[in-house]
């Protein structure tokens, strides 16, 4: 009885111990279904680096004209907005008073003319006779003295004459540059003067400059050399600008001048490119966007924007291989159109996810179809 219950046991205990098997297996999850997931490879394109500032046009010639004489304005010969030429006498003051005051400064030249001259004879016969012991030698020394003062006053005279001239030179206020004149800020019949201001202003207007800050981390990046822009800078940055509608002006500029001194309160350097402005669109002062871009590319990686993500350690994409999906962390560079540069982390030919990226976690088997491909 005993053996036919140990019997009945050790079976019991089989039979147990095959049922717990076959519910184990029966309860055992199915292998997770391949994520479907759209790639791209990424490539090799030419990438120009560029960056954009705001900057301002200026005329390389700016002259504010001002009357260095007082005297009554005569005459305005110029249009507002005209274009003069360098030596176009552009107003008139009131000549008679700077005239008579050439006139009078002449007579005194000649009066004090012949006053040297009487004094030279007086000195030369004075000098005869203390020679001669019938003069003295304080007569003689006198009369030097007096030719002395004569010829003083001969070279006051001239000058008195000179200035004359020059403030009669000054009633006729001409243009010193070529370019384009403003409004004048005076008209006839007022009483001009050295305290009236500005008068008007004329600028230059082709080619006319661009000036622009570009901080020291972006200079570096293009190893430009402070000073006079080098050659080899000038060919190889293109200067472009855009106005404030954003229309693009459809001439390039150069660079040409870099400043020798940092602010210090922004950390940028002033920098200036040479734009031409044949049909005189650009005007000084007005604001504008720079655009700096490389001329000569150089090949870069790059992927769709779409396929970056970031947590707390930093931008990563997923690519497939070898039908699972993995983590890469890149270093990104600056946008290339819809596009992103990836300086580093990625290969030439690696399969970014583009699509189906939030499904994913790495190791997860996919089925990767190519983007534009069903």
């Known amino acids: 009885m005993r053996h036919t219950s140990a019997i009945f046991g050790l079976v019991l205990s089989a039979s147990s111990l095959s049922l717990l098997a076959d519910t184990s297996q029966a309860q055992a999850p199915a292998a997770a279904p391949a994520v479907s997931v759209t790639v791209v490879a990424a490539e090799r394109q030419d990438v120009s680096r560029s960056l954009d500032v705001v ?76 020679d001669r012991d019938t003069g003295t030698i304080a007569r003689r020394d006198e009369a030097q003295a007096a030719a002395d003062e004569a010829a003083g006053r001969i070279t ?4 008195a004459l000179a200035r004359a001239r020059i403030n009669l030179g000054y009633t006729d206020i001409t243009a010193p540059i070529s370019g384009r004149i403003g409004r004048t800020a005076v008209t006839q019949g007022n009483v001009v003067g050295p305290d009236s201001g500005v008068l008007t202003t004329i600028v230059t207007q082709d080619p006319i400059y661009v000036t622009f800050p570009i901080s020291q981390r972006v200079l570096r990046a293009y190893q430009v050399a402070g000073g006079d822009a080098s050659a080899a800078a000038s060919a190889a940055i293109d200067v472009k600008i855009a106005f404030s509608d954003g229309t693009t002006y459809d001439q390039s500029g150069t660079l040409d001048f870099i400043d020798v001194s940092v602010s210090r309160s ?8 040479v734009m031409p402005n044949p049909d005189l669109v650009l005007r000084d002062g007005e604001l504008i966007t720079v655009t ?30 070898d ?36 499904k994913l976690q790495p190791g997860v088997a996919v089925v990767a179809a190519p983007a534009g491909k069903s």
């Open 55 to 130: 900057g301002r046009i200026e005329a390389q010639e700016r002259v504010e004209l001002r009357a260095r004489v007082t005297g009554f304005l005569e005459a305005v010969l110029f249009e507002d907005g005209a274009t003069v030429k360098a030596g176009d006498v552009l107003y008139h003051i009131e000549k008679d008073e700077f005239a008579a005051a050439v006139t009078q400064a002449e007579g005194t030249l000649q009066q004090d003319q012949a006053a040297l001259k009487l004094a030279q004879v007086q000195l030369d016969r004075a000098t005869a006779l203390a």
């Open 156 to 159: 006051s005279d001239q000058a």
């Open 266 to 273: 922004t950390d940028t350097v002033i920098a200036r490119a």
């Open 292 to 321: 700096l871009s490389e001329k000569t590319p150089e090949e870069k990686i790059v992927i769709p924007q779409a396929a970056l993500l970031s947590d707390r350690d930093g931008l990563y994409v997923f690519t497939v291989t």
């Open 323 to 358: 039908g699972k999906a993995d983590r890469a962390r890149v270093k990104t560079g600056p946008q290339h159109g819809t596009g992103v540069v990836i300086e580093d982390g990625l290969a030439e030919g690696d399969q970014v996810v583009i699509d189906g990226i939030e």
